[in-house]
């Protein structure tokens, strides 16, 4: 009559599991967490661990959390009271074999402490992508959840986010050799310096590396898609919201259309309620949806990322070109000198023209300064060149690095939302068909 | 007793999902608290019928993978309810062997004269009736017909409840006269109109109603019977009567009378969250179309990933579709359900009256009798055919209301099943749908990926 089907838990269809042997135990027997009916199957933070744990020396160490957020007051720079959230960051060295699970080293930070290492981050390694923090506001809300930095909810997400963003660095093979990152997991005054802001001035490259205007401009159409997508996103929850609320008011007819009927009152009573639980479902509907989103708002920031190197490019190529620009007008200068041709305007030139030729003497005195400073500009030039390749060298290395990284992770980011739908799906019409049930069975 | 979301929770995100879980709780309850006492129904009469599908069960049990009686979800749950509809269907069948007659309405046409347009409708009998002198007919009918044949029958029987009418045109939403969706509901409606009045016991028999089938020319017909003034007289002595107020409603129809209006008012409600919930969803699916054209632009971008993004792009093109197709069902089969019924609601309540009256005439003519010491004679014989018109006029609603009841009951629950199970097809849709993208991925992938069960 009804045919068997394998048992789907939810958890595990949502977050395949992913094998990493320094996070697994600790996070299928994580104690602060606790939820009685989890035993077994994976949960977001060891597939974000696994799915993150590259093996690098740092993270062979160490184990890295965020795992709780409280609220704050005290007095800012300007000496006003204000409220804001800590995270607690949770360092624990990774598990040997048959050890027990150390105490962990815990320090509290603010956002505005991860904002600080990660401008420090773009400045010290300009030709990586750096991993992007999570949202400073919130952003592409839909009416549900508050604009509110404050609100739960928000600070929630936020909290996964930093996390992940600390396992990105950690797990990047360069980033993760940092000093100051290690500083900034461990020590509990982080050392404020000074940070250079990169240059937003305008400034046109003659030759710019393909590669890179090419890598800009989709930065730029991505970065342009996923807002779409995330405005779509929020219009779309707001319009399910809707209509999951509207059934709540069947809900209620349902039951007071019970109280008055004789016979159907049962079955009318019963899917009153399950019209009720049917509707109150939607908030975890969209929670779940709400992960998918979080994984899309990193590749949005991921995309102010990239452009920063491309523009770091642009900046370097630029003084490149500019050293050429000048070595070449001194070597035109020089020649003028030596022939006497006056073919590029000079007011040195115009002023002998005017005044009279120079003296022997002054030609040569002048002449060896132009050598002299020709002699510069080359030296110059050299270094520049080797920047330039050094630079592009490295970038090129880690943008195919973030490729395959964004290929893999927004490929899995499209299955889990699959995943996620189907399981919508078997959750919504096992309400429905109990509705139907009790419409059957009480007549 | 109210429903506890089930938490696919994650360790990391549990704090929040307690906020989350309370958050919900309270919402939940808060509403409960605001429902009037007494409109719900006390525990113990639904004890043991509810505890089978109690939700908290449900969710210690089966956690989403299964029924509430234990048994597993099953991968098809229209199979399900269709095994459920068989047994429904067994009972349904006996009427339909002991039904003598049928009648359809179809093929509207319009019908242009030089002082107006309107639509004709067929009308087509089936019977086996030996008071027909055949056993086939066709006519055509226009509205005016229909209402002309309803307001016989409820003179002929002004305690019989006499299906409604759809209603004469409104303005509604702008829809033209002429529209073919209009007309299309129109014919339903009508159609349904005389199939209900061919299952009445006592108005399918009715020689209006025969008349109405199977004369070619309706005309002729629609001038006898008591004319526009003798109506008004009738109107008048309401007026008078109900003026005079009665003395008393016996119980039932005390108890009747309440009823009605609940049940009015109930079905006014279902009737406006029904069309509230097709606005959202229609909504819903206009926001959701644009998921589709954004994924396809962002695979135009990519390379590795262009595959699995014109996969969600088509994937959540196809799942419009489907929601616009569940959305059309609950327009055409659940709306007009209870729209209908919010029109019998009305319906019951001018029976109600009627019957009101007639009772407030006897009483009238009684006083009369017992204060008015001349014409002792012929005020009692009066006094006797009113008691026998009101006895009659009694028993008349008390019987056909009990077979109202049981119709309304089947109709409508029919109609909440027919829209439910239509919603469980869209779900299993929207699932193929997916799946067959995760099989794609995963036939790309070459098994990289986790097994989905």
């Known amino acids: 009559m009804i045919t068997e089907t394998k048992s789907t838990d939810p958890k595990q269809t949502i977050f395949p599991a992913v094998n990493c042997a320094c996070a697994e135990n600790r996070h299928q027997s994580t104690a602060s967490s606790a939820d009685s009916s989890s035993g077994g199957g994976s949960t977001l933070a060891a597939y974000n661990h696994g799915r993150l744990c590259k093996g690098t020396a740092l993270l062979r160490k160490l184990e890295i959390n965020v795992a709780e957020a409280e609220k704050r007051t005290g007095k800012n720079t300007v000496n006003m009271q204000e409220t804001y959230t800590v995270y607690l960051i949770e360092i624990r060295p990774a598990e040997t074999e048959g050890g027990t699970p150390a105490a962990p080293d815990t320090l509290w930070r603010r956002y505005s402490e991860f904002e600080l290492l990660r401008t420090y981050l773009l400045v010290t390694y300009p030709y990586i992508i750096i991993p992007p923090l999570p949202e400073k506001r919130a952003e592409f809300v839909w009416h549900k959840l508050s604009a509110d930095n404050l609100d739960p909810d928000f600070v929630e997400r936020r909290r996964v986010g930093l996390e992940n963003f600390l396992l990105r660095v950690a797990s990047h093979p360069v980033l993760s050799n940092d000093k100051i990152f290690f500083l900034f997991l461990t020590e509990h005054f982080f050392v404020y310096f000074a940070v250079l802001k990169s240059l937003s001035a305008m400034f046109r490259v003659k030759n710019p590396d393909k590669r890179f205007t090419a890598l800009k401009q989709y930065s730029d159409e991505l970065n342009s898609v996923i807002s779409q997508l995330l405005r ?11 209509v999951y609320k509207v059934h709540g008011n069947y809900g209620r007819v349902f039951s007071e259309w019970s109280a008055i009927e004789k016979e159907m009152g049962d079955g009318l009573q019963s899917a009153g309620h399950h019209m009720d639980t049917y509707a109150a479902s939607i908030d975890d509907i969209l929670e779940e949806e709400e992960h998918f989103a979080d994984q899309l708002k990193e590749y949005l920031f991921y995309t102010d990322a990239v452009r920063s190197v491309c523009r770091k490019h642009e900046l370097i190529q630029y003084e490149l070109e500019m050293a050429a620009q000048d070595l070449a007008q001194k070597k035109q200068q020089k020649e003028e000198l030596a022939t006497g041709t006056v073919r590029i305007f000079s007011l ?17 005195s002048r002449l060896a300064a132009l050598e002299q400073s020709i002699q510069e500009g080359e030296e110059t030039v050299k270094e520049k060149n080797t920047e330039c390749q050094e630079f592009v060298r490295a970038a090129w290395d880690d943008i195919e690095h973030f490729k395959e990284q964004k290929d893999k992770d927004l490929r899995e980011a499209l299955i889990s939302y699959a995943i996620m739908q189907i399981s919508m799906c078997k959750k919504v019409w096992t309400f429905i068909l109990v509705c139907i049930l009790c419409m059957y069975i009480n007549s | ?20 879980k309370n ?14 006492p007494g409109t719900r129904r006390p525990a113990e009469n639904t004890a043991h019928r509810s505890s089978f599908l ?3 069960d449900f969710t210690q049990k089966a956690q989403n993978t299964s029924l509430p009686d234990g048994s597993p979800l099953p991968n098809s749950p229209s199979s399900m309810v269709n095994q459920y509809r068989l047994e429904d269907d067994d009972e349904g069948k006996e009427d339909a062997n002991t039904k003598d007659i049928f009648v359809t309405v179809d093929h509207p046409e319009s019908q242009v004269t030089a002082i107006e347009t309107f639509i004709l409708y067929r009308v087509v009998t089936r019977t086996t009736r030996s008071d027909f002198d055949s056993s086939e007919y066709e006519v055509r009918r226009r509205y005016q017909d229909f209402v002309w044949l309803r307001s016989k029958l409820e003179e002929k029987h002004p305690t019989l409840i006499v299906h409604p009418l759809p209603e004469k045109f409104v303005m509604k939403g702008m829809v033209e006269r002429f529209n073919d969706d209009f007309i299309e509901t129109r014919r339903r409606a009508l159609h349904r109109f005389l199939n209900k009045i061919s299952e009445h016991p006592i108005l399918s028999y009715s020689q209006h109603f025969q008349v109405f089938l199977t004369a070619q020319d309706l005309a002729p017909h629609r001038k006898q019977g008591p004319g526009f003034l003798s109506r008004m007289g009738e109107t008048v002595r309401a007026v008078a009567n109900s003026v005079r107020g009665l003395r008393s409603r016996p119980e039932e129809f005390a108890v009747m009378q309440e009823y009605v209006d609940d049940f009015s008012n109930k079905m006014c409600c279902m009737d406006k969250v029904s069309q509230r919930i097709i606005k959202e969803q229609r909504e819903y699916v206009d926001d959701l179309k644009q998921y589709s054209p954004t994924y396809a632009r962002w695979g135009e971008l990519e390379e590795e990933l262009t595959e699995p993004l014109k996969g969600v792009a088509s994937c959540v093109v196809q799942c419009s579709k489907e929601a616009e197709e569940h959305i059309q069902h609950l327009s055409e089969v659940l709306v007009p359900a209870l729209h209908e019924y919010v029109l019998c609601a009305e319906t019951l309540k001018a029976v109600m009256r009627r019957r009101d009256n007639i009772q407030a005439e006897f009483e009238a003519k009684n006083e009369a009798l017992l204060t008015r010491k001349a014409e002792q004679e012929a005020l009692q014989e009066e006094v006797d055919v009113l008691a026998d018109r009101m006895e009659q006029a009694n028993n008349s609603l008390k019987g056909d209301w009990v077979r109202w009841q049981h119709s309304m009951k089947t109709d409508l629950r029919s109609a909440f099943i027919s829209a439910a199970e239509k919603n469980v097809e869209y779900y299993e849709k929207c699932l193929a749908v997916w799946e067959s993208f995760l099989v794609s991925q995963r036939a790309e992938a070459g098994g990289g990926q986790e097994d989905v069960a």
């Open chain 1, 232 to 242: 779509i996103r929020a219009r779309v929850a707001d319009r399910l919201y809707g």
């Open chain 2, 1 to 20: 007793m109210m429903a506890q979301t089930d938490p696919t929770s994650d360790s990391n995100t549990n704090l929040f999902y307690h906020l989350r």
């Open chain 1, 348 to 364: 040195k030139g115009m002023t002998s023209k005017l005044f009279g030729q120079e003296s022997p003497e002054q030609k040569e």
């Open chain 2, 23 to 36: 958050h919900v709780k309270e919402k939940v309850n808060l509403r409960l608290k605001d429902s009037t």
């Open chain 2, 54 to 56: 109690r939700f908290t």
